[in-house]
């Protein structure tokens, strides 16, 4: 018995029969607290500590889902491709926006944790808060982060965008299908782009390459801005 929980078979049937489960119950309660991202989460927290499995075993048995993962954000680049019309005549301001969103995004959350009080390396794992899972380890590992803490926030913060963020879209006005998209896609990435692809195949689209536009700006900007910022202190 052991040996089966143990098992990588075992180890991923259980991680995605959770969220399965977990996809079925929000989608009949449709309360996002229940979101599948936050319960299948608890479970299986909750269910590998139970069984003492150690986090780099369960990591290492289901790293084809993190392969996965890479791979339907590529995926995205058909939705976009079958959108392309609603990006001509857009291109720069798309891309100013992106820019300005990266660099408030950064600078916003390293004075905050500092002001707080935190750590480097807890500074270090929030910088990369906005962006996909993937791309945000990454970052976050050259700037001597801690990936498990920056993959634990990026998944927050993209729940609490696809909740609050179409609420705010809606009383601030804002009616434009490419900003809407643009918005959740860089402000909450994966999980951003599946609320948008709620609102429509536009905002799903577009909130699609916010997600690569969002990750490329942030992975160059990141260390330029620690660069300026150590410099004036």
């Known amino acids: 018995m052991h040996n089966l929980i143990h098992s990588q078979l075992f180890l991923l049937t259980f991680t995605i029969g959770v969220y399965v489960v977990a ?20 479970v299986i927290i909750a269910g590998i500590k139970t069984a003492d499995i150690p986090y780099q075993e369960y990591a290492e048995a289901t790293k084809i889902i993190d392969f996965m993962l890479g791979l339907s954000v590529v995926a995205l680049g058909y939705l976009l491709y079958e ?10 301001a798309m891309v100013t926006a992106i820019l300005i ?35 945000a380890v990454t970052v976050c590992a050259h700037s001597g982060g801690i990936p498990a803490l920056t993959a634990i926030v990026v998944i927050l913060v993209g729940i609490f965008g696809a909740v609050i963020g179409p609420f705010i879209l809606k009383k601030l006005g804002i009616e434009s299908k490419l900003a809407r998209g643009l918005a959740l896609g860089s402000a909450a990435h994966a999980v951003g782009t599946a609320r948008a ?37």
């Open 83 to 92: 959108q392309m019309t609603h990006m001509k005549g857009n291109i720069t």
């Open 101 to 135: 969103g990266s660099v408030v995004g950064i600078v916003s959350v390293i004075l905050i944790a500092k002001a707080l009080g935190a750590d480097p390396r807890i500074v270090a794992s929030l910088e990369p808060k906005s962006i996909t899972t993937p791309i």
């Open 23 to 42: 996809l079925w119950g929000y989608r009949k309660t449709k309360i996002m607290l229940l979101h599948p991202l936050i319960t299948s989460l608890l």
């Open 197 to 233: 692809m709620e609102l429509g195949a536009v905002e799903g689209a577009i909130s699609g390459l916010a997600i690569g536009l969002m990750g490329v700006v942030t992975a160059v900007m990141v260390p330029v801005i620690e660069a300026i910022m150590r410099f004036f202190e």
